[in-house]
Antibody, heavy 119, light 108 residues
Framework: EVQLVESGGGLVQPGGSLRLSCAAS????????MHWVRQAPGKGLVWVSR????????SYADSVKGRFTISRDNAKNTLYLQMNSLRAEDTAVYYCAGGIGIVASFDYWGQGTLVTVSS | EIVMTQSPATLSVSPGERATLSCRASQSVSSNLAWYQQKPGQAPRLLIY???TRATGIPARFSGSGSGTEFTLTISSLQSEDFAVYYC??????????FGQGTKLEIK
């Protein structure tokens, strides 16, 4: 059974940092391009970042560029998102998702982890 | 950036009837279009990829069509479990994988 399990969310003050993790199982993690997608309360889905299968290439939405860093450890089947300089508008449920290749839908999704940025 | 526009924002349909959801891209995305279903408190689930191919385990009552800039998701006979929010997503113009704003399918 395919599983993606996010962790690391919580309450953080503006300007603070958090590191999200996404543990994968049930599929060949090292073959998949992985993404982070977020959803603000009551809003739609927004793509945040992606990393290629071996971790050598990354991309970011303009709204998080320079503040967020995506990475992966294929030996541990784990995806990460380091979030720095957090803002109130970063408050959202963060989902990890995976797809085969760069031009591919997101086949697998985790259950999400909530990040709340507030003083 | 490609903008994905879904219509209508809310669709009210009775169980057993057909539902037709639309998605328009601001420029061509070829057939690199996916549909996702999201129920309250749950993660999105892939329904359709390549504009018209059902994902594994998706019932045949779900079908997708279109290419270029105009796409449609049709649910042929609505079941109670189909009432949810549906998102389209283009993955042609990577790395900006843009989603539509969603269509809420509600019980009439």
């Amino acid at each position: 059974e395919v599983q993606l399990v996010e962790s690391g969310g919580g309450l953080v003050q503006p300007g603070g940092s958090l590191r999200l993790s996404c543990a994968a199982s049930g599929f060949t993690f090292s073959s998949y391009w992985m993404h982070w997608v977020r959803q603000a309360p009551g809003k739609g889905l927004v793509w945040v970042s992606r990393i290629n299968s071996d971790g050598s290439s990354t991309s970011y939405a303009d709204s998080v560029k320079g503040r967020f860093t995506i990475s992966r450890d294929n030996a541990k089947n784990t995806l990460y998102l380091q979030m720095n300089s957090l803002r109130a508008e970063d408050t959202a449920v963060y989902y990890c998702a995976g797809g085969i290749g760069i031009v591919a839908s997101f086949d697998y999704w985790g259950q999400g982890t909530l990040v709340t940025v507030s003083s | 950036e490609i903008v994905m526009t879904q219509s209508p924002a809310t669709l009210s349909v009775s169980p057993g009837e057909r539902a037709t959801l639309s998605c328009r891209a601001s420029q061509s995305v070829s057939s690199n279009l996916a549909w996702y279903q999201q129920k309250p408190g749950q993660a999105p689930r892939l329904l359709i990829y390549g504009a018209s191919t059902r994902a594994t385990g998706i019932p045949a009552r779900f079908s997708g069509s279109g290419s270029g800039t105009e796409f449609t998701l049709t649910i042929s006979s609505l079941q109670s479990e189909d009432f949810a929010v549906y998102y389209c997503q283009q993955y042609n113009n990577w790395p900006l994988y843009t989603f539509g704003q969603g269509t809420k399918l509600e019980i009439k």
